[in-house]
């Protein structure tokens, strides 16, 4: 089980030292740019509708929109838990700093280049709660960045 961690932003550095010092320093270059991305990037990632309005329709059939209610903005989720899709402000940090337990994402996936990736990223919750940002091919195949450790257990995903 992960580390319970407060969250918001503020709180993130206390979590970091539970993780070896290169995923931190990882971690730590990703919130950095995204500060940037936020300023100079993330308008050319917008579309009209966006964030009430998904940018296509979904390549799979168990994907969902989300609307985050106060951070304004949209994402698709697979959500493979129990758990209802709402973000969770006391966070259980996974395997990665990357990965999170809550069923909805806490942030707006960063560092997006373009408008046709939206319709590809997406908040993937594994069937214990753990979610973290991957990508869906229009087929409806489900790449995540960081797999489960078996030291955590299999991760099981609907495939």
Not at 14 to 21: G, K, R
Not at 69 to 74: A, C, D, I, Q, Y
Not at 104 to 115: F, H, I, K, R
Not at 117 to 131: A, L, P, Q, S
Request: include cysteine.
């Amino acid at each position: 089980m992960g580390k319970i961690i407060p969250f918001p932003i503020n709180q993130r550095s206390q979590a970091l030292n539970n993780f070896p010092i290169s995923e931190s320093d990882r971690f730590k270059r990703y919130l950095q740019e995204s500060d940037n991305w936020q300023h100079q990037h993330k308008a050319k990632t917008m579309y009209p509708g966006y964030p009430e309005v998904p940018p296509c329709d979904p390549p799979r059939s168990d994907m969902q929109w989300f609307v985050h209610p106060h951070l304004k903005f949209g994402v698709w989720v697979i959500n493979s838990s129990e758990f209802e899709v709402i973000a969770n402000p006391n966070l259980a940090w996974g395997w990665s700093a990357f990965v999170l337990k809550s069923a909805a994402p806490v942030y707006e996936p960063m560092n997006l280049n373009s408008v046709e990736i939206r319709k590809n990223i997406t908040w993937i919750v594994d069937y214990d709660g753990f979610g973290q940002y991957g990508l869906v091919s229009n087929k409806g195949d489900i790449w995540i960045p960081h797999e489960r450790p078996s030291e955590w257990g299999a991760s099981r995903l609907r495939q």
